[in-house]
């Protein structure tokens, strides 16, 4: 009898890990996680107290408080202030009273979109003598001659 129990507890110890249900963990995402989209209060208290006032071209959906002049962003996706197209920024930030597209004229043809802040991406820019790129620099041109005291 001494026996009978230890192939039970291999048994348990073998069994593949509890399937979790994708559902479940967008909710518990939604709870506890703020970096990637709103949390469930930032969405509560935008549908309590917000007013959605338009959305711009990444999906971004833009909020005012219905009593006062707090205003927000619900992003479309990880929460990172360069995906603000300049427009809304401003609208954000109180330099325009009126919405973004009531306010200003039509973009330009030689304006550029807008693009996002790629510092810390694998993308961003690595100039010459970067680690990312080997670590080796041009040599110095000599066009600089350095301080010494007393040299006139």
Do not use: C, Q
């Not at 694998?122 to 066009?143: F, I, K, N, S, V």
Request: proline share 7%.
């Amino acid at each position: 009898m001494e026996n009978s129990g230890a192939p039970h507890r291999l048994a348990l110890a073998n069994r593949a890990p509890f399937p979790v249900n994708a559902a479940a963990m967008s909710i518990l995402g939604k709870i506890f996680t703020w970096w990637d989209g709103a949390t469930v209060g930032t969405l509560l208290n935008s549908w309590s107290s917000g007013e959605k006032v338009g959305e711009d071209s990444l999906g971004n959906r833009y909020y005012r408080a219905r009593k006062g002049d707090r205003r927000w962003v619900l992003y479309n996706g990880s929460n990172d202030a360069s995906r603000v197209p300049p427009e809304w920024h401003g609208w954000l930030h109180g330099t325009l009273d009126e919405l973004p597209g009531e306010a200003l004229p039509a973009p330009r043809a030689w304006e550029k979109e807008p693009s996002a802040n790629l510092t810390g991406s694998l993308d961003a820019y690595r100039p010459a003598g970067a680690l990312e790129r080997g670590g080796h620099r041009a040599a110095a041109t000599g066009d600089y001659e350095a301080w010494r005291p007393g040299a006139d």
